[in-house]
């Protein structure tokens, strides 16, 4: 697909935790911990508010359709800023010092007065209602020509446990938001600046690493569509996909449109009450629900069933609005006969709803009246949207598993953003810009240290994007070899992970201990498999070391090769000099890597050469 033609534009907000020690508004460390561990628990329920125009904001409207009672889980590294049961303290000066050094990497330009602002967010994952954010910078620029508009240092959310419960180990931890200009017209160079802008995250040291310290939220408009914003893409491979079937769905909800528009279709409020008709249903949704309403939507048929993107149908953008009103989904005729719902029982839902085979009727099952009328709103909101001259709605949606998105709310307005009255402004004068440090990037990283440590370029470049990166520094200024720290890192480690071997249980003490060993003689480097299978179950570094076989001498070593040489001479005279690989692996076993590899091969390879002289004729 050309998406240049199709009008693609793109922009992505970038959401990294900052690794500081302590929270963005309070002394709590920013720790995660396991919910099960929490030490306290309480209930909440959040309300909308008028900004200070008097205005209510579109997408907190929507989260109010239902009522809900948030449960929020608090530890003993948890205080009461994060209850909001007290006022904030002073904005974290480390976690702003890094945002300030990422703001220079990039040329932009600091905010002379950095104040704070709340933003109205009531889905639950901030206790206040609101979350903290402050504006640090403005206008950087990007490889790829474009911009970025602005930084942000924002609060983290609490994490979603499950359905309204939240744990509060995460609210709070310093967050920094990077927001590009709308600069991108294809999958892939939105996926290439996602990455440049974590390189150069990354390569301040002073970011949390791993899956969920980083989430990415995609920007995606298309000719004759709307911007859309999709949240929450934690993996950079997705991203790319991510715009790819944004842009299907789009094409395809326009394409639906000139279809009904062809059918003349409409959609009007003709609500029944069908609960009659599905009281011998097998449909266990069915039987559950309270009553049974259903919709005639006339012209859609065929369309609601339609396919959007992978996985999604026009119904599912349906079901997904009904579902704020607390419902579990919609039944509709496209999908029908299915889910316990028999042909018989569709073709009385027709007769009574009156619809023709160019209609598509609607069911909604709910247990109370309020659900019923808000469920049935919200189809008839989504179905107008469809025929309507903007048939893709301007809105979040949220990530799933495999690249397509289901909506979550309206895009937000102006109206969510108000002062924090309760933190005091912080003045960045040019003293303090003008002594923030531009660190290394990665990418020069990475050429520096296959020019200085002979290192392979491939390897250079995994090396500088690694987690393992500050531990090889390390390692090198305490004089460990570059390339046994290296091959160690990305070669050894990752055949371990293939055999199933915890790596990620040995500490890096432990990794720079058995290079010492391996660097004073103690062992040799054939042996770290050994020693980290060892550590990676629980043993001490020092047992492990005791278990490995004692360093064989030159003369026992001499015997060890000589015998099996001898044991394989009719091996070694049909393979020749060839032999000495199969003879390393045999030779190795037996020393169980307490000899140094080098030593072994020499003294195999003069065995073997003797042995091949002796047989000529």
Known sequence: MDYRSAGLTAGIEIHQQVNTKEKLFCHCQTLLRDSIEHSGEFFRYLRVTESEMGEIDRAAQEEMKRDRKFHYYTYDTTCLVENDEEPPSPLNDEALSVCLTIAKMFG????????????????????????????????????????????????????????????????????????????????????????????????????????????????????????????????????????????QRQQNLI????????????????????????????????????????????????????????????????????????IGGIFHTDELPGYGVTADEVARLRIHMNAGVEDCVVIVAAVNDNQTACALNQVIIRAQLALSDNPVP???????????????????????????????????????????????????????????????????????????????????????????????????????????????????????ASWHAVESGRAAKEAIPDIFRGLASGSSFEDVIRKLSPAVSLQELESIIQKVVSDRSDFVAQKGKTALGPLMGVVMTEVRGSVDGKIVSDILKKEIDSLLAAKKP
């Open 108 to 247: 932009m330009a600091p905010v002379q007065q950095v104040h704070t602002m709340r933003k109205l967010v009531i889905d639950g994952s901030n206790t206040s209602g609101f979350q903290r954010t402050a504006l640090v910078a403005l206008n950087g620029t990007l490889p790829n020509g474009g911009e970025i508009d602005t930084i942000c240092l924002e609060e983290e959310a609490a994490q979603r446990v499950k359905d309204d419960i939240f744990s509060l180990d995460r609210l709070g931890i310093p967050l920094i938001e990077i927001t590009t200009s709308p600069c991108m017209h294809t999958p892939e160079e939105v996926q290439e600046v996602a990455e440049y802008i974590g390189m150069v995250l990354r390569s301040t040291g002073k970011v949390k690493r791993g899956i969920g310290t980083i989430r990415q939220d995609v920007n995606i408009s298309i000719l004759g569509g709307a911007r859309v914003e999709i949240k929450g893409v934690q993996e950079l491979d997705l991203i790319a996909e991510v715009v790819r079937r944004e842009v």
């Open 394 to 512: 301007e809105e979040t949606r949220k990530m799933l598993e495999t690249g397509s998105s289901a909506y979550m709310r309206p895009l937000p307005g102006a109206a969510r953003m108000y002062p924090e009255t309760d933190v005091l402004p912080v003045i960045v004068d040019n003293d303090r810009w003008n002594a923030i440090a531009v660190p290394e990037l990665l990418t020069a990283k990475a050429q520096r240290y296959a020019r200085e440590y002979s290192i392979d370029r491939n390897y250079a470049i995994q090396l500088a994007l690694s987690e393992k990166l500050p531990l090889f520094e390390r390692a090198v200024a305490e004089g460990i070899k570059p390339k046994l720290a290296v091959f160690t890192i990305l070669s050894t480690c990752t055949e371990l992970r293939r055999e199933g071997v915890e790596t990620g249980k040995i500490s890096d003490e432990d990794y720079l």
């Open 255 to 326: 394409a639906i449109r000139n279809e009904l528009l062809q059918k003349k279709a409409s959609v009007h409020d003709n609500a029944k009450n069908v609960t009659g008709l599905f009281k011998e249903t097998k449909s266990t949704v069915l039987k559950k629900a309270k009553q049974i309403y259903a919709i005639s939507l006339e012209g859609f048929a065929g369309q609601v069933g339609r396919e959007i993107q992978p996985g999604r149908r026009l119904g599912s953008e349906m079901s997904d609005y009904a579902k704020k009103c607390g």
